[in-house]
């Protein structure tokens, strides 16, 4: 069965430091996001991606994020200069979109990135 | 923005017996995802309902959602150790707003 994939598990980086956490979605989906989830809170919608460019992003996403698919497989999510607080476990998903039908079909989740700053 | 509210926040039940855990949306749901989440682990899909009256089960878990499409209901039966874990209910648009979950303890 298809699933959406996650590197690394775990990532350890120290406070100002760039990470990039990577995800590849099932591979004839069209839409894809990023979700957050501080230890102990609520999973928490960064970003939508569809067509190449974003389409919704909450306010925790800032210029300190970016996401790019930089190839046909892979969605990446890159934190310019980590600070302590963005210490959580980031998930990536993503959906088949259907024209006209957008809300007629699940996310798949992966399995997660456990970041943690120092 | 579009808030869930999930009750209750936690449940301990007892091998066998039944539980109910709810969602209740601020506003009209166009669906609503109910999803598991193992504590630390990724989240997988259980059942999404979309219109209003719907009722959908698989295994022994119930989904319904009222006509007004701004509550949702998760109803397990016999319940067994397997069930435990984090429910989450979700609100589709172009993004997904979750609920702040159920835990939910099933003693042998």
């Known amino acids: 069965e298809p699933e959406v994939t996650q590197t690394p598990s775990h990532q350890v980086t120290q406070m100002g430091q760039e990470v990039i956490l990577r995800c590849v979605p099932i591979?004839?989906?069209?839409?894809f996001y990023w979700y957050r989830q501080i230890l102990g809170q609520k999973v928490e919608f960064l970003v939508s991606?569809?067509?190449?460019?974003?389409?919704?992003k909450s306010e925790i996403f800032d210029d300190q994020f970016s996401v790019e698919r930089p190839d046909g497989s892979n969605f990446t999510l890159k934190i310019r200069s980590t600070k302590l607080e963005d210490s959580a476990m980031y998930f990536c998903?993503?959906?088949?979109?259907?024209?006209?039908?957008?809300?007629?079909?699940?996310?798949?989740f992966g399995p997660g990135t456990r970041l943690t700053v120092l | 923005s579009q808030e869930l509210e999930q009750s209750p926040q936690s449940l301990i039940v007892q091998e066998g017996k039944n539980l109910t855990i709810n969602c209740t949306s601020s506003k009209t749901l166009y669906g609503l995802y109910w999803y598991k989440q193992k504590y630390g682990e990724g989240l997988i899909f259980l059942m999404m309902?979309?219109?209003?009256?719907e009722e959908k089960s698989h295994e022994k878990i119930t989904a319904k959602l009222d006509e007004k499409k701004q509550q949702s209901s998760l109803h397990i039966t016999a319940s067994q150790p397997s069930h435990a874990g984090i429910y989450l209910c979700?609100?589709?648009?172009?993004?997904?707003?979750f609920g702040a979950g159920t835990r939910l303890t099933v003693k042998p």
């Open positions: 591979s004839n989906h069209l839409y």
């Open positions: 991606f569809y067509n190449n460019e974003i389409s919704e």
């Open positions: 979700g609100a589709d648009g172009n993004d997904m707003r």
């Open positions: 998903a993503s959906r088949l979109l259907l024209a006209g039908e957008v809300f007629y079909n699940e996310q798949f």
């Open positions: 309902l979309q219109k209003g009256g």
